[in-house]
């Protein structure tokens, strides 16, 4: 296992990514709106044990990556999703927050847990629900009268106030620095998009997702906690591939100005996804 980031070479020796497994995408709304991240997590957990057939008695850490504040019981998302996965409850939890490296960044700490503290297995999970980014308030506690101002986390949290520049903006001074034309991010959007409904259609996609249902997680001890899809009985499939033409990307108006919109960008989802990071002796068995 290796990884290069920011201009080093990070390398683990006989370190091994077991198995993964993930929810289905649900878009922004629509029917995980509801679920808190630490749900969709703990599912992603249960599931990834009984896909690789590995005991979570046997896990030695436990790391997520969860990167919005989506309930209020967030603080405690690495400590529930190990408790509700069955993992022992003296093995430690922590939250990894890193924004768009957040997932290789688990995965990394999972293996310098088992080189640097003789784990033999780490469960590694990332969650979100950007459905359930609050409207907040930080000036509400000792405000003056007509002060107190609400925002939209979702979109405030996109903005980095020291450059004063979007996370939009700065696609488009990539852009312009990489001389990137709009009519290549259009085609690069759909070609993706055709490629993701041709997986989907073949059943690829399938092999790497836990259909979801209503269900309810439990542990002796504990409060039940439940995982409440909406409108649908079961959801299987991730919810936002849909055909989308070349012709019809370059009909849509930019978001920022440049060659961003929303259908050529990143979709605005919930879902959460686990794997397994692991010593060989899991491998052979």
Not at 66 to 80: G, I, K, N, V, W
Not at 108 to 122: E, G, P, R, V
Not at 216 to 227: D, N, S
Request: charged residues 20%; neutral net charge; proline residues 6%.
């Amino acid at each position: 296992m290796a990884s290069r980031h920011a201009g080093l070479t990070a390398q683990w020796s006989d370190i091994w990514l077991l198995d993964g497994v993930r929810t289905p995408f649900a878009d922004y709304s629509g029917a995980l709106a509801t679920v808190s991240p630490t749900d969709l997590g703990i599912k992603a957990a249960r599931a990834v044990f009984a896909r690789a057939g590995v005991s979570p008695q046997d896990v030695g850490a436990v790391i997520t990556g969860s990167m919005a504040q989506a309930s209020f019981d967030t603080f405690c998302l690495p400590r529930h999703i190990g408790l509700y996965s069955d993992v022992p409850i003296e093995v430690p939890a922590h939250m990894v927050q890193r924004v768009c490296g957040t997932g290789i960044e688990v995965l990394m700490q999972a293996a310098d847990c088992i080189t640097n503290k003789a784990i033999d297995l780490t469960l590694c999970v990332g969650a979100e629900s950007m459905s359930r980014n609050p409207v907040a308030s930080y000036t509400m506690r000792g405000f003056r009268m007509g002060s107190v101002g609400f925002k939209d986390f979702l979109w405030e949290a996109l903005l980095d106030p020291s450059a004063n520049v979007t996370m939009g903006d700065t696609a488009e001074n990539l852009a312009r620095q990489y001389q990137i034309t709009r009519p290549e991010v259009d085609a690069f959007a759909a070609q993706s998009f055709e490629r993701a409904i041709a997986a989907q259609k073949s059943g690829f996609l399938a092999g790497e997702i836990v259909p979801l249902k209503t269900e309810t997680f439990e542990r002796a001890g504990y409060q039940p906690r439940e995982l409440k899809v909406k409108g649908v009985k079961e959801l299987a499939a991730d919810t936002h591939i849909r055909p989308s033409p070349l012709e019809t990307l370059a009909t849509i108006r930019p978001a920022f100005g440049g060659v961003r919109t929303g259908p050529n960008s990143s979709a605005i989802v919930n879902g959460a996804c686990a794997a397994l990071v692991a010593i060989p002796i899991y491998v052979a068995g």
